[in-house]
């Protein structure tokens, strides 16, 4: 390893011990750094020989990230194919997370913690807008008003 492609592999390596990153994520941030493509592709490829770098393990984490988010995995899969994640890696973890996922529930619990006293059901256009952030994160319609609706029955709203 010259000595280009040592600096390219310690940028690298304390870049991934700050958080995960995707291949493409890397390659962006070296390429940002004026390293030459052929040391770029040297240095991911000794990065995943040498175990740092994992599309499953980048895939898996920011899953996990915007699920804890309150994202549903649909939108936290589209914004990791926006980064670059590769989609085998990412349909891998999607579906080890899709069986643990109930929508219904991460919706009720989002609405909990962003409105726990349910005051955001007072009039229409806080119901319209309590619907629009939940739509934001991805929950379909008929889970928004699912939820909004049992919300509203547990804060003692019927209407």
């Known amino acids: 390893m010259d000595k280009q492609e040592l600096a390219a ?30 040391v770029i ?42 980064r670059g994640v590769e989609e085998v890696a990412l349909q891998d973890a999607l579906q080890a997370m899709q069986d643990d996922y109930d929508g219904l529930e991460a919706c009720r619990r989002l609405i909990a913690r962003r409105d726990p006293l349910g005051l955001r059901h007072a009039d229409e256009n806080q119901w319209q807008r309590q619907a629009r952030f939940l739509r934001n994160k991805g929950f379909d319609a008929a889970t928004i008003v699912r939820a909004l609706k049992e919300n509203q029955q547990e804060q003692g709203m019927d209407q």
């Open 9 to 38: 592999y310690t940028a690298a390596v304390r870049a991934l011990g700050r958080r995960e990153h995707c291949a493409a994520e890397l390659r962006l941030k070296l390429g940002q750094r004026d390293y030459p493509d052929e």
């Open 41 to 82: 592709a040297a240095v991911l490829a000794r990065l995943r020989e040498d175990g740092h770098l994992s599309e499953s393990r980048f895939a898996e984490a920011f899953l996990r990230m915007r699920l804890k988010a309150g994202e549903t995995p649909w939108l936290a899969a589209q914004k990791a194919r926006q």
